[in-house]
């Protein structure tokens, strides 16, 4: 028995498309509600909501000093999120971020028994800072709670809190005595963001608001039960095949080993991108829709989602390092090269059969996408 109407045809409900339009007006509220803290960064910002919402995490990248810390703080008090930052450093254990267990007794009945202390990474926004700091066993206990969404301490399985959103942050200038992750452990990341240098005019706002007395509270937006049911109407928000295969088509282009791939990829990449990475821009995609009020995914959507989603699942050889060819590089030819609209993704033979029949639109001569309905 079907409780939801809707369900097997992938529309939304009036209520669902009520609480998405709670969520796009959300989102401007914490916008505004940001700057009282944050100069800028607003892309910044938009990237680490839509990992929220799709229930990822991301890795931020950037220098010391542009308020990644702040912006993270801010973020959870704008949500009514519990918040807090682990410093990770070369001697840190995995019991000092998921907890021990310590003898307790009983001062009444002289009894003693384990009592399992939590640890910081109990909490709904974790901020790891320099996550690549720290050795592979500490990296591999926060690993786990990303994956599986529990902790496993003296044989027992805890549960993290519901949401639970892990930014990790990186130095990109400073690589001596680090433990870079690998690529199986990146790849278990939804986003890769880069925090910038700010603008002159940014600059001097932070310069000028930082260095008086400035006190800021942030009013709440949304809060964890209202967070959790916009993450499952996300996964309602309906995708048309041409989409689907749009995003397919980037990732697949990445897989050099496959050997059908544009030339850049033969030369610069060495490895590609794996099937998460289809199902990331799909779900970035939809969380970017109805932050801007729409209730189906476009592909422009996939290509704004397509860098913070493929740059660090891009493994680049020793070419594109010499030439200075980074992932970003790639990524804006393979998005140039692969198109996006219907009537361009019409004029290829392997894909305008597909197009045609997904979207009930029929293709002319091989170049024109022309409605049913209209034709």
């Known amino acids: 028995m079907i409780d939801n109407p809707n369900a097997a045809t992938g529309e939304l409900t009036p209520d669902e498309i009520q609480a998405a339009e709670r969520l796009s007006q959300a989102y401007k509220a914490i916008r505004a509600e940001m700057g009282k803290a944050i100069v800028g960064q607003a892309q910044v910002l938009e990237e680490l909501l839509?990992?929220?919402?799709?229930?990822?995490?991301?890795?931020?990248?950037g220098v010391p000093g542009l308020a990644k810390t702040l912006m993270v703080s801010s973020l959870a008090d704008c949500l009514d999120l519990d918040f807090t930052r682990i410093q990770f450093t070369p001697d840190l254990m995995p019991s000092d971020i998921t907890g021990t267990e310590v003898i307790q007794e009983d001062k009444a009945t002289g009894h003693r028994e384990f009592k399992f202390l939590r640890g910081p990474i109990f909490a709904n926004?974790?901020?790891?800072?320099?996550?690549?700091?720290?050795?592979?066993?500490?990296?591999?206990?926060l690993l786990e709670a990303m994956q599986e969404r529990q902790v496993s301490v003296g044989g027992n399985a805890m549960q993290m809190k519901?949401?639970?959103?892990?930014?990790?942050?990186?130095?990109?200038?400073?690589?001596?005595?680090?433990?870079?992750?690998?690529?199986?452990?990146?790849?278990r990341f939804m986003f890769k963001i880069f925090v910038d240098y700010p603008t002159w005019d940014e600059e001097f706002d932070i310069v000028r608001l930082t260095t008086a007395i400035q006190q800021t509270?942030?009013?709440r937006i949304l809060n964890g039960d209202e967070i959790i049911a916009l993450q499952n109407i996300i996964r309602r928000?309906?995708?048309?095949?041409?989409?689907?295969?749009?995003?397919?088509?980037?990732?697949?282009?990445?897989?050099?080993?496959t050997g059908d791939v544009p030339e850049i990829v033969k030369d610069y990449v060495s490895w590609g991108?794996?099937?998460?990475?289809?199902?990331?821009?799909?779900?970035?995609?939809?969380?970017?829709a109805v932050l801007y009020g729409r209730y189906h995914v476009s592909t422009d959507d996939i290509r704004e989602?397509?860098?913070?989603?493929?740059?660090?699942r891009l493994v680049t050889n020793?070419?594109?390092?010499?030439?200075?060819?980074d992932s970003d590089k790639i990524i804006d030819r393979l998005l140039e090269l692969i198109p996006a609209k219907d009537s361009t993704i019409a004029s290829n033979p392997a894909t305008s059969k597909a197009v045609g029949a997904s979207s009930g639109q029929t293709v002319i001569s091989g170049h024109e996408v022309v409605d049913e309905e209209t034709a």
């Open 217 to 219: 509270e942030l009013s």
């Open 273 to 288: 991108a794996g099937p998460r990475a289809c199902q990331y821009l799909i779900l970035a995609g939809k969380v970017r």
């Open 125 to 141: 926004i974790i901020l790891a800072d320099e996550i690549n700091r720290t050795p592979p066993k500490t990296q591999a206990a």
């Open 162 to 187: 519901d949401p639970f959103f892990v930014l990790a942050t990186q130095n990109p200038i400073e690589q001596e005595g680090t433990y870079p992750l690998p690529e199986a452990q990146l790849d």
């Open 237 to 257: 928000v309906p995708v048309a095949d041409h989409v689907i295969q749009y995003a397919m088509r980037l990732v697949r282009a990445t897989r050099v080993l």
């Open 318 to 325: 020793f070419n594109a390092d010499a030439e200075g060819f």
């Open 50 to 61: 839509m990992c929220i919402f799709a229930k990822g995490h991301a890795i931020l990248e």
């Open 305 to 312: 989602v397509a860098k913070p989603v493929l740059r660090h």
